[in-house]
C-alpha cells in the first residue's frame, strides 16, 4: 500500500513519504481543532465529509453558533462610548447577589 501510493505521488524515499503524510495530518488536527469539518469535494459540488474517529477526539465538544448582530450606527456609537467608559463601581445589589 505505501509503496503503490508513494509511486503514485513519485516520491523516491520513506522520509519524504512520512513528513508529507504527517504535514498533511498536522494539518487535519489543526482544523478539527478550529472546529472546521474537512471535505472533498466534485467538480459538480458534491461534497463528502472526512469523518476519521482519531481526529475527532481532538475536535471541540460542541459547535457554538455564530451570531451576527445588524448593529446601526447609533448603536455602534453608544457602544464605544460605554466601552470607553470607566467601568462602573458595582452596586450593592450585584455585591449581594454574587455573594450569594
Do not use: C, Y
Not at 2 to 26: M, Y
Not at 28 to 49: C, D, L, M, N, P
Not at 94 to 99: E, F
Request: aromatic share 8%.
Amino acid at each position: 500500500m505505501v509503496r503503490g501510493l508513494k509511486q503514485e505521488l513519485q516520491l523516491t524515499s520513506n522520509t519524504d513519504f512520512l513528513s508529507d503524510a504527517v504535514a498533511l495530518f498536522r494539518w487535519a488536527v489543526w482544523e478539527r481543532k478550529r472546529g472546521h469539518r474537512i471535505f472533498s469535494e466534485t467538480e459538480t459540488g458534491e461534497r463528502k465529509e472526512l469523518m476519521f474517529p482519531r481526529l475527532e477526539r481532538v475536535a471541540p465538544e460542541l459547535a457554538l453558533p455564530r451570531v451576527e448582530i445588524p448593529w446601526t450606527p447609533r448603536e455602534l456609537e453608544s457602544l464605544a462610548d460605554l466601552a470607553s467608559r470607566e467601568p462602573a463601581n458595582p452596586t450593592e445589589t450585584l455585591i449581594r447577589a454574587m455573594r450569594g
